[in-house]
């Protein structure tokens, strides 16, 4: 039987108790509601866990925000000789269907999700362009750059900002988490 390339939100969660699911998202988008059970393995962290999900061949359901980084996930794991799937639409469909999230407990730090972190940063970097852009016209080529990287980012379903973004210290991983995550693969 071949492993299918992807799953809707209806047959995931049909399938949910029997799969291992690989959130990709960063930790911070992670903290923001992930599916039951879900692991947090960072997409750029995904090539050290390829020893962890080898046995699993065919049971992962790689997961992100909405698909582009689940898809990369996928291929990536292809490539490594590691059957899964993909979930259409990732969380942000999920959660439309009705189906529920696992989150942190309440009072814990909420960390925005990436879509909204890159939203925040270039509508920020736009305003300065043209804020500045009152002080010398030159400025206003920060917001040509922004504007110029959202409609490349658009075309391409690829964005640099989100990687940058993906950087910073409420985004990475800890060590130790990661070595848990592992861990829990290695159990199962």
């Not at 750029?44 to 962890?52: E, F, H």
């Not at 080898?54 to 992962?60: A, E, I, K, M, Q």
């Not at 925000?65 to 259409?88: F, I, K, W």
């Not at 189906?99 to 909204?116: C, I, Q, Y």
Request: proline share 7%; charged share 20%; with cysteine.
């Amino acid at each position: 039987m071949t492993t299918p390339a992807a799953l809707d939100s209806d047959e995931a969660r049909v399938r949910l108790p029997e799969l291992t699911v690989v959130d990709v998202r960063t930790p911070g988008e992670y903290a923001t509601g992930h599916l039951p059970g879900a692991l947090n393995i960072p997409l750029d962290a995904l090539p050290r866990a390829v020893p962890a999900l080898r046995p699993l061949s065919g049971d992962v359901l790689v997961v992100c925000a909405a698909g582009p980084r689940s898809e990369q996930a996928r291929v990536l794991l292809s490539s490594e000789g590691v059957d899964a799937m993909t979930l259409t639409g990732g969380t942000q469909d999920w959660a439309r269907c009705g189906h529920g999230l696992d989150r942190p407990e309440p009072g814990g730090r909420r960390t925005w999700s990436m879509e909204r972190q890159v939203r925040f940063t270039a509508g920020a970097l736009a305003l300065t362009g043209l804020g500045l852009g009152l002080l010398h016209p030159g400025w206003q080529l920060i917001s040509a750059v922004v504007a110029g990287g959202l409609v490349f980012s658009a075309l391409t379903d690829t964005c640099g900002m989100a990687v940058v973004l993906g950087k910073l210290p409420h985004n990475r991983p800890r060590a130790a988490d990661l070595d848990a995550t592992l861990a829990r693969l290695a159990a199962r």
